[in-house]
Nanobody
Framework: QVRLVESGGGLAQPGGSLRLSCAASGFRFSRFVMKWYRQTPGKDRDMVAIITSAGTGTVYANSVKGRFTISRDNAKNVTDLQMDSLRDEDTAVYYC?????????WGQGTQVTVSS
């Protein structure tokens, strides 16, 4: 059974940092692309960052490029999202995602709030 569990959300001040973590289980983690998305109330879920299965390639949304860093540890089945220089508009629920045989799997999400 595929399971994704996010952690690390919370409250941060503008300009601050948070690190999100996603623990994966139930599938061969090292074989799959992992993604982070975020969603605010009333809006679609938007892709934030993608990392290839081996961790050698990354893609970022323009809004977070240069501020966020996605990484993974295939030995620990974990993918992280380091978020620096946080802005008010980064406030959202952040979700970990993978797609296996055409099926999207999501974690429960973790709330990130950026406010002074």
């Amino acid at each position: 059974q595929v399971r994704l569990v996010e952690s690390g959300g919370g409250l941060a001040q503008p300009g601050g940092s948070l690190r999100l973590s996603c623990a994966a289980s139930g599938f061969r983690f090292s074989r799959f692309v992992m993604k982070w998305y975020r969603q605010t109330p009333g809006k679609d879920r938007d892709m934030v960052a993608i990392i290839t299965s081996a961790g050698t390639g990354t893609v970022y949304a323009n809004s977070v490029k240069g501020r966020f860093t996605i990484s993974r540890d295939n030995a620990k089945n974990v993918t992280d999202l380091q978020m620096d220089s946080l802005r008010d508009e980064d406030t959202a629920v952040y979700y970990c995602n993978t797609k296996i045989m055409g099926v999207d799997y999501w974690g429960q999400g973790t709330q990130v709030t950026v406010s002074s």
